[in-house]
């Protein structure tokens, strides 16, 4: 019971003395708010502010009736009031300004070291009261960068001290980083009051660095980030001491220049000190240094200087600069020399340096060396120099000089600067000469035709010609059967043989200042051809006859021209009746439109200008019955060789287009060909032949046939048949082979024209224009096919009836003369047709 007294006593005595408190404390408040007093704000007692910011100060009074205070004012730490804001735009730096809820603040616009101390705000209340209070204002300096760039070129090489230097009251502490990793003082870097110091700057040392600062009383903090870029400086490291340009030429040189960063060149001509870059006819690129001059002269010879700048410094070279002039040459005089002595050529030429001269002959590459040639000791080239006149001289000898010696030679001069280029010409001097007419055939002249003989002399100068006969001077005979025309080079006797005696040995007699020379030359009569030798059948079949023919044994003179034959069957005795048929040396000799068997009697004679020789070699030879054809001929030629037969290659994979000759029909004209082909391999050197993939097709009035749908690299074998109405002829066989891959064919989206199609239109355009031609020719100039068309239909009965005799059967025989033959005609063959001219023939060394 006692002890539960106690503590309700206890807690009785606890409650009283909080009770007590809480009184206390409310008659304390009570209190304060009805005492009047000043506060300011901020509320510290003592405010640290840095230097050069602005600063506002603030008094408000607390007090019961503010409409009590009275003389609400500043003080600054000198006890000066501080006056208000005048009025104006000029601001002092420290003045009040009356703020919302009756309060006064101060204003400072940059504080100032000397500001620091105590301010005090004081009022009246009521008359009866001073109001005062005080706020205490120590100023520190912030953290400032006095000089420390963010940017730093350190040249490479040299020590460098990374400037950061900083301003701060109380003083502050610096220290570094690189890459967030403190520098500390080595060998290689320095830590020094106002930067970090680093020795022997290489490229490594690029980077980003970080300078900060921190003041311990402040607890200000403060980094400066600074980029370090290493300078390298400038080296030129191409220019050539010695430069040469060609006067009249562009030219152009490079001054490569290294550093960092990239150095700006300049070119300087020393004798002027111009930068060219501002100069007629100079231009400088500044980065990549190349100077160009658009035409060099003779003044831009100098020494010049090229000098590369960048920010970490600067360099030099110098170069001369030689001007080259190009070689001219300006003597080359025509020489003339006589065969079997010494000629020389000489060439002057000038240019800087002295050009080196040289010779060869003209349409030639080879030139010739100084001093004796090794292929012909005979010739040496002689050079000589004038380096301080830019001149120079090349003598080309010739000892015993030949006249294969004559013609052009062309001097050349070469220097550095240009190669010039001038010919002249070597002239050799002989006497006459006929070796070139030694090999001439005789002149030929029969029925008293005029002969011309023609007599060329060579020689230099040239030579005078007189004619002999019978060693007489044939001026002096006056005889109006010869005819000189021409007295040098070139002469013409011409001759007419109204007699026998002037078929004879004439002489030419040819002189000039070195010489004489003289030339027989002979006039023969000309005669027909002898008999000929053979004609030998070579090939028969139902209709025609192949003859071999060999010319006569010996030819009097002339060319053959042509090959006649007559033909008759054997049973009729009339030659007269007789057909003819005409044919050039070099034609097959083919009789055609015979009949299948029967007896014909043949006989040969030759021909030439003067007209047909002789028949002879008069033979019986009889035509066989008629029969199949023969075998026809393919007209491919096989471009790959199996080893048991030739192989022809197509040019296309699925296609091949089959050619061949028309065949001899032996009597019975050709109505079709069969053509059949097979695709088959070859097996231990055995054709099979896919039997039911064989193809056989009829073609009718055609030599060709397109084969398609064919397989790619597949043999095939094409047996080809010609049929007529006795049967099939023999079969020719090939053997074909196609291409490997496959043809594309590309299906066009709308109708085009075929390649056929195009073919045909380009063809007949071309025609077209051709005909357009011709027929302008015809009648501006009366040439042309039409023109000759025209002329043909003009022509006499006569000639046409000549012509119907050479080249075709005749109705009528062609007789053998009696006489001397007055009409001529010539027979050629073209390699397909014979074509014959009638008309009097007169050819290069024969009779006029």
């Excluded at 200042?513 to 030339?519: D, L, S, V, Y």
């Amino acid at each position: 019971m006692g002890q539960l007294q106690r503590q309700r006593v206890a807690q009785l005595a606890t409650l009283l003395y909080y009770v007590v408190i809480c009184s206390c404390l409310t008659i304390e408040l009570s209190s304060a708010q009805q005492q009047p007093k000043l506060e300011i704000y901020p509320t510290q007692e003592v405010q640290r502010k840095p230097v050069g910011k602005p600063l506002i100060l603030t008094c408000r009074p607390t007090v019961p009736d503010q409409a009590l205070v009275t003389d609400l004012q500043w003080k600054d730490n000198m006890n000066n009031t501080i006056l208000p804001k005048p009025t104006g735009r000029n601001h002092p730096p420290m003045y009040t300004e009356t703020l919302p809820g009756e309060s006064l603040g101060v204003m400072i616009t940059s504080l100032l070291p000397e500001m620091g101390g105590q301010y005090y705000c004081t009022a009246s209340y009521a008359n009866t009261e001073i109001l005062q209070t005080s706020v205490t204002i120590k100023t520190y300096v912030a953290i400032t960068w006095t000089n420390a760039p963010e940017n730093q070129f350190p040249i490479l090489g040299d020590d460098y001290v990374v400037k950061c230097e900083v301003k701060a009251d109380p003083n502050p502490t610096i220290d570094w980083l690189r890459n967030g990793d403190p520098i500390r003082t080595d060998a290689k870097h320095v830590v020094q009051t106002h930067g970090l110091l680093i020795r022997d700057v290489a490229e490594t040392d690029d980077g980003t660095y970080t300078c900060r600062a921190a003041v311990i009383e402040t607890g200000e903090l403060l980094e400066r980030i600074i980029r370090v870029e290493v300078y390298i400086r400038p080296v030129i490291t191409h220019l050539p001491s010695t430069l040469e340009a060609v006067e009249g030429k562009p030219f152009a040189a490079n001054c490569t220049a290294l550093g960092k960063p990239v150095p700006e060149i300049s070119w300087i001509k020393d004798s002027v000190q111009l930068n060219v870059a501002n100069a007629d006819r100079f231009k400088v690129n500044a980065q990549t240094g190349l100077l160009t001059i658009s035409s060099v002269t003779q003044e831009d010879y100098d020494t010049y200087t090229c000098i590369a700048k960048n920010d970490a410094g600067v360099t030099d070279k110098k170069a001369q600069l030689n001007v080259l002039v190009r070689p001219s040459v300006y003597e080359l005089y025509n020489v003339t020399g006589v065969s079997g002595k010494e000629v020389a050529i000489t060439c002057r030429s000038k240019g800087r340096p002295a050009p080196e001269i040289t010779f060869r002959r003209w349409g030639t590459e080879q030139q010739y060396t100084a001093g004796v040639q090794m292929d012909d000791e005979r010739i040496q080239l002689e050079q000589h120099f004038d380096d301080d006149r830019g001149e120079s001289t090349g003598t080309l000898r010739i000892a015993r000089s030949q006249r294969t010696d004559d013609g052009l030679y062309q001097c050349i001069a070469t220097n550095k600067g240009d190669t010039a280029y001038k010919t002249g010409h070597i002239a050799i001097e002989f006497p006459p000469d006929f070796t070139h007419m030694k090999e001439l055939p005789p002149v030929f002249s029969w029925e008293q035709r005029k002969a011309n003989l023609s007599c060329l002399a060579m020689g230099i100068p040239n030579a005078t010609i007189e004619w002999r006969w019978n060693g007489r001077n044939i001026k002096d005979l006056f005889d109006t059967n010869l005819k000189i025309e021409g007295t040098g080079p070139r002469s013409d006797l011409i001759v007419h043989p109204v007699t026998r005696q002037y078929y004879s040995a004439y002489k030419c007699i040819a002189t000039n200042i070195h010489g004489t020379a003289e030339h027989d030359m002979q006039l023969k009569e000309a005669r027909v051809p002898d008999f000929v030798s053979a004609a030998v059948p070579r090939q028969l079949t139902a209709t025609t006859i192949t003859f071999d023919i060999r010319g006569p044994a010996t030819e009097l003179g002339l060319p053959i021209l042509a090959f006649s034959v007559q033909y008759k069957e054997a049973l009729n005795p009339d030659w007269s009746t007789a057909l003819n048929r005409s044919w050039s040396p070099d034609s097959p000799y083919i009789v055609e439109g015979l009949r299948p068997q029967t007896m014909y009697s043949f006989r040969f004679a030759a021909r030439n200008q003067v007209g047909l020789g002789n028949w002879g070699v008069n033979q019986q030879q009889s035509t066989p019955r008629r029969s199949a054809p023969e075998e026809p001929k393919p007209l491919h030629s096989p471009v790959q060789n199996d080893k048991e037969e030739p192989v022809v290659v197509s040019p296309y994979s699925d296609h091949f287009e089959l050619r061949w000759g028309v065949p001899a029909d032996n009597g019975e004209p050709i109505d079709r060909y069969q053509v059949k082909y097979c695709p088959g391999v070859k097996m231990a050197g055995t054709w099979h032949e896919l039997e039911d993939r064989c193809k056989t097709i009829e073609v009718v009035e055609t030599t060709s046939y397109q084969m398609i749908d064919l397989s790619g690299n597949t043999y095939y074998r094409i047996e080809l048949k010609a049929h007529n109405a006795i049967g099939y002829s023999s079969p020719a066989s090939i053997i074909m082979k196609t291409t490997r891959g496959i043809d594309v064919i590309q299906v066009a989206e709308r109708p085009v024209l075929s390649s056929a199609a195009i073919v045909g239109i380009a063809v007949g355009g071309v025609l077209l224009l051709l005909f357009i031609v011709d027929l302008l020719c015809c009648v501006t100039v009366h040439m042309g096919v039409m023109a000759a068309m025209c002329r043909k239909a003009k022509r006499s009965p006569s000639e046409i009836d000549d012509e119907a005799k050479l080249g075709r059967d005749e109705k009528e025989p062609l007789r053998t003369p009696t006489g001397s033959i007055k009409q001529n005609s010539t027979i050629e063959f073209d390699g397909r047709f014979v074509h014959s001219r009638s008309g009097e023939i007169i050819g290069k060394n024969s009779a006029v």
